[in-house]
Antibody, heavy 113, light 110 residues
Framework: EVQLVQSGGGLVQPGGSLRLSCAAS????????MSWVRQPPGKGLEWVSL???????YYADSVKGRFTISRDNSKNTLYLQMNSLRAEDTAVYYC???????WGQGTLVTVSS | QSALTQPASVSGSPGQSITISCTGTSSDVGGYNYVSWYQQLPDRAPKLMIYDVSNRPSGVSNRFSGSKSGNTASLTISGLQVEDEADYYC??????????FGTGTKVTVL
């Protein structure tokens, strides 16, 4: 059974950093493209970042230069390193497997002083 | 990258059919057959309902169908049921090798 289990959310001050994790089972992360998507409270979905199986990465303009997507093949886990966080980054963050069939449960990131 | 445009809300009575539109540009919806549709219940992760414009994942009811014409994709729900009440989003691959989501549509079953 395919599963994506997320961890790492929480409360962080503006300007701070946080790393989200997405542990996969039932498939190999490095053989798929993987994405991060976020949803601010009460608002719509926003695509954040993507890593292809070959390692190429892409980012939304709103996070470019501040967020970094990566993976650890030995742990079969996807990460999102978030630096220089702003209030507008407050959202539930989801990881998703390429093709969008499988999603993590979501983790809330709150940026506030 | 601007969000794809969806109607804020669509409603229908049980048994009726409704259609949700998703309008983009030639750089996203119009340029690729990589449009997907998702159903999101409150406080839940999105669920894939349609991929590659018109394909249904295993387990998704055949009451859900997708199509595309030019820069606009559409999701049709036939035989509307109470359990279809949810938020629906579209997404598309883009010419920048990124993805973009729609603004979202709240479906209400009257």
């Amino acid at each position: 059974e395919v599963q994506l289990v997320q961890s790492g959310g929480g409360l962080v001050q503006p300007g701070g950093s946080l790393r989200l994790s997405c542990a996969a089972s039932g498939f190999t992360v490095s053989s798929n493209y993987m994405s991060w998507v976020r949803q601010p409270p009460g608002k719509g979905l926003e695509w954040v970042s993507l890593i292809y199986s070959g390692g190429t990465t892409y980012y939304a303009d709103s996070v470019k230069g501040r967020f970094t997507i990566s993976r650890d093949n030995s742990k079969n886990t996807l990460y999102l390193q978030m630096n220089s966080l702003r209030a507008e980054d407050t959202a539930v963050y989801y990881c998703a497997r390429g093709g969008w069939l499988n999603w993590g449960q979501g983790t809330l990131v709150t940026v506030s002083s | 990258q601007s969000a794809l445009t969806q109607p804020a809300s669509v409603s229908g009575s049980p048994g009726q059919s409704i259609t949700i539109s998703c309008t983009g540009t030639s750089s996203d919806v119009g340029g690729y057959n990589y449009v997907s549709w998702y159903q999101q219940l409150p406080d839940r992760a999105p669920k894939l309902m349609i991929y590659d414009v018109s394909n249904r994942p295993s387990g998704v009811s055949n009451r859900f169908s997708g199509s595309k014409s030019g820069n606009t994709a559409s999701l049709t729900i036939s035989g509307l049921q109470v359990e279809d009440e949810a938020d629906y989003y579209c997404s598309s691959y883009t010419s920048s090798s990124t993805y973009v989501f729609g603004t979202g549509t709240k479906v209400t079953v009257l």
